[in-house]
């Protein structure tokens, strides 16, 4: 595949953006300049196309430029729609309400552009709330860019230690220029463990558990069994709000979030991805009684909410449009999802058995990951011993070259949207086929 105009893009744009992208975490090997979408199809600067599983990093639920989401945004415009920046508007008032309908532990809501910035506000809603300052995150997890969370994901063992359980990881920050002091009020636990949870909720004065309810930021690493059920009645007795980030999870996996699949009852919520379809959009929602310190009477007590652009209306437009279609179609489309999902996960274990290879495929719907190691990991550990991430780089790299896109970096998590068919499915299952045979030779 020729990657010449790409190739040529990213060095012109190295020399007045460092690094060359505008995230970093974008700048991958081969590092292709995408210049349009639509549906489950990209196209790249050089005219290449490609079947797309990466889906912007996840909320391209609906596949690229839904015609019913680009009608919604377009008629924000055409109905001069504008961000006055004063006053309640008509739309956030009508994606809070859906928000509200959609998630039953939502009560009151608020929106952000990003979801870092939704996280961020959960830990100061938490923090108000319990006069506490201390906060747990998972190993593996991934909750935004700011200090506190930007930390230990992908982390080399060598960094975190061997598992810890009945304890916490050291805090490996993703960033320099972060103050110091944070390593102290932020722990850092193991996945799927409820013995290091209790320890830490008796170690120190936690104010709030943020997590992902399945890290879906290495791969697919689901919960076990009542784990989260255990979690909440952790979390009631020590008086510690639970966060629930459903940034990645939310919309995608059902119309109530991965929550909703369980009926799990965190204090607070966080949406982003899913919930505007690719537009940018973050939303925290959850109990009044917390969501109302936002506009609490005390000052003292009283969370700043605030953002130019908090409300704009192109997501808030294109959000809307979202949730309207998946609340109309949530009896077909989930269903389609979790069918092409399966068609997926059968065809690429078959393939890999067929090759020999030692390969589990982790798939909770529509997103899914296969791990070369011979079991589901539980944890990050399990991961960084048994996983092959050099194979998993050369597989996902040969799938490029023939124009079938998973992000090129191993354990990255892979998205179907509601515009893939089962021949794309199937094309994919082929492009595995041919990958297998090569990379044997
Ligand atoms: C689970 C999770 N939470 C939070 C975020 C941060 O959202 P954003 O990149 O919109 O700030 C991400 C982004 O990938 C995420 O995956």
């Not at 409820?194 to 558990?209: G, H, I, N, P, R």
Request: net charge negative; charged share 25%; proline share 5%.
């Amino acid at each position: 595949m020729n990657h010449t105009k790409s190739t040529a893009l990213f060095e012109k744009n190295n020399r007045v953006i460092p690094g060359g992208v505008v995230s970093l975490n974008r700048k991958v090997e081969p590092n292709i300049a995408f210049v349009r979408g639509k549906g489950s199809r990209l196209w790249d600067a050089d005219g290449n196309e490609y079947l797309d599983f990466h889906a912007g990093f996840a909320p391209y639920l609906l596949g690229h430029g839904d015609a019913e989401v680009e009608a919604a945004v377009r008629r924000s415009m055409d109905e001069n729609c504008t961000l006055s920046g004063s006053g309640t508007t008509p739309w956030e008032g009508r994606a809070a309400e859906l928000l509200c309908e959609c998630v039953p532990t939502v009560e009151k809501a608020q929106f952000t552009s990003t979801g870092s910035e939704a996280t961020y506000l959960a830990l100061r809603l938490a923090r108000a709330q319990t006069g506490r300052d201390h906060i747990i995150v998972m190993q593996g997890g991934y909750n935004g860019w700011h200090d506190e969370v930007a930390c230990n994901v992908m982390t080399p063992l060598e960094h975190t230690g061997p598992r810890v359980s009945r304890g916490e990881y050291p805090f490996v920050p993703l960033s320099a220029g972060m103050p110091s002091g944070i390593a102290e009020r932020v722990h850092v636990l193991n996945f799927n463990d409820l013995e290091s949870l209790e320890w830490a909720f008796q170690t120190y004065e936690v104010a709030c558990l943020l997590s992902e309810p399945i890290l879906q930021n290495i791969g697919i690493v689901k919960p076990q069994e009542n784990y989260w059920q255990s979690v909440r009645e952790l979390c009631d007795r020590y008086g510690v709000v639970w966060a629930m980030d459903e940034v990645k999870t939310g919309f995608r996996h059902a119309l109530g979030g991965f929550q909703s699949l369980h009926d799990l009852k965190p204090d607070l919520s966080i949406f982003g991805k899913a919930i505007a379809n690719g537009y940018p959009l973050g939303a925290i929602g959850g109990k009044a009684e917390l969501m109302d310190l936002f506009d609490a009477p005390e000052a003292a007590k009283r969370v700043l909410i605030a953002g130019t652009y908090n409300g704009h209306p192109t997501p808030m437009f294109a959000s809307i449009a979202t949730m309207e279609k998946l609340k109309r179609e949530r009896d077909t489309l989930y269903p389609r999802l979790e069918s092409l999902g399966a068609q997926v996960e059968n065809g690429l274990r078959e393939a890999f058995a067929e090759a020999g290879i030692t390969a589990t495929i982790a798939r909770q719907g529509s997103a899914f990951c296969t791990y070369f190691m011979d079991a589901a990991p539980r944890d990050w550990h399990d991961i960084a011993e048994k996983h092959d991430m050099d194979f998993d780089t050369r597989y996902r790299r040969a799938l490029i070259e023939k124009g079938v896109y998973f992000f090129p970096l191993p354990t990255k998590q892979a998205s179907i949207s509601a515009a893939h068919s089962e021949a794309d499915i199937e094309r994919t299952i082929q492009a595995t086929r041919e990958v297998l045979r090569e990379m044997s030779n």
